[in-house]
């Protein structure tokens, strides 16, 4: 088993409520074969809960009831995963181009009988048109200015992208202005999530996309 602090304990209790088992049961999976097939490093072992999964479950919050959303470049299931163990009214579909990590993504997602995942192999850009998305999510991927590109498209001209980042947020929205509006996007905005939550809380960077609204 995975150790996780009271505080840690008490975090997950208030996101994943009922379903704080399955968040368990992902967490093992992450340190056992997600470890020996490359998608976690060894060294992240103790630091799953606060680092990883809690850091990427708690944008939860920010995304409305029964939302089709598309986990760009899934990887581990970061934050895909932790939002379909936490929220059962969301549908995700994880995006994922590499064979290894999409065949580890299914079996997770077999092994904890997850009903609102399905698993897609195949690269953001060439997804669209494939996901029907109100909102797209993304960590550690790309900087904003190659990620509003991948991320934007798949929401139709309408939705919003919900993208976890650093410290350097802020500068990342300044060099990505002008592609975030050239693709629709009309406001860009920074959040913190979790702060009474978690020790270290999540940056978050929205975008709300409407392509039928003219920006001026």
Known sequence: MVDITAAELLAAEKIFGDRL???KRYV???ATSGTERGLIGPREIPRLWSRHVLNCAVIESEIPQGSRVADVGSGAGLPGLCLAIARPDLELTLIEPLERRVIWLQEVVDDL???????MRTRAELAVGMVD???????????????AGLTIPLLAGHGEVVAIK??????EIEKAAKVIRKLGGVQTSVLTVGENLLEEPTTV?????NKTRKIA
Not at 113 to 119: E, H, R, S
């Open 205 to 209: 960077v929205r975008i709300v996309v």
């Open 133 to 147: 998305a109100d909102v797209v999510t993304a960590r550690a991927v790309s900087a904003l200015t190659n990620l």
């Open 28 to 30: 093992e999976h992450l």
């Open 166 to 171: 650093g410290r350097s947020a802020g500068e």
């Open 113 to 119: 009988g997850l009903t609102n995942v399905t698993v």
């Open 21 to 23: 088992d399955l968040a």
